[in-house]
């Protein structure tokens, strides 16, 4: 379980492609701070390191995963959004968010206001039910409040820190990002449509 709060931007230093890809990122942490069979959220991806050294450490990441989020595309060189799991007794800067991507989104607008930036993002139809105004939203991995809502997008502002200590200050138009919504949303859902199930079942067994 994570918080949204990126920890450290990783890159990526080795690709090894086959059944999924296991991947070297460089991190700069020390070899002692990562645990093997460690949590490690990659731009909001949770993989499980099988391998670490001073600077850096190894993931695996199945095909359902590159095809499901923005792993797939991920080059040597890439940058990703680093953040360990919590433990107990940590704070909770940003929301719960467990590293299960929900769907791609895109990269609508990017706008300057004042010190910080507006971002516009286009989502898949069924995430769009989970996404509410000021609620939360996790994007690549960053715990974000949504400014803003319509048909197929949402809207979100950037502060500087934000902006440049993760990977979303490089973002551009068309880039693809991870998205996850609430954990709140998603069981929120669930029940209401449980509850609609059981009235037409009700109303059918009248």
Request: some cysteine.
């Amino acid at each position: 379980m994570f918080t949204g709060i990126v920890s450290a931007i990783g890159r990526v230093d080795r690709i090894e492609a086959g059944d999924g890809h296991r991947l070297d990122i460089a991190t700069g942490w020390p070899a002692e701070t990562v645990a093997l069979g460690a949590s490690v959220a990659h731009s909001g991806v949770c993989l499980t390191v099988t391998d670490a050294w001073d600077g850096g450490h190894r993931v695996a990441a199945s095909p359902e995963t590159l095809a499901r989020t923005t792993l797939g595309g991920l080059a040597v060189g890439s940058r990703v959004n680093l953040e360990r799991s919590l433990t107990l007794g940590d704070e909770l800067g940003g929301h719960l968010v467990f590293g299960h991507v929900d769907g791609l989104g895109q990269v609508d607008t990017v706008s300057a206001e004042a010190d910080s930036h507006r971002l516009r993002f286009r989502a898949p139809a069924d995430l769009m039910a989970l996404i509410a105004v000021k609620g939360s939203i996790a994007v690549d991995g960053v715990s974000l409040t949504v400014n803003a809502l319509w048909s197929d997008g949402f809207e979100v502002t950037i502060i500087p820190h934000t902006w440049t200590a993760t990977t979303l200050g490089a973002l551009a138009p068309g880039d693809p990002v991870n998205l996850e919504a609430d954990m709140l949303a998603r069981y929120v859902a669930r029940q209401l449509a449980a509850a609609g199930g059981l009235a037409h079942l009700q109303q059918d067994n009248r």
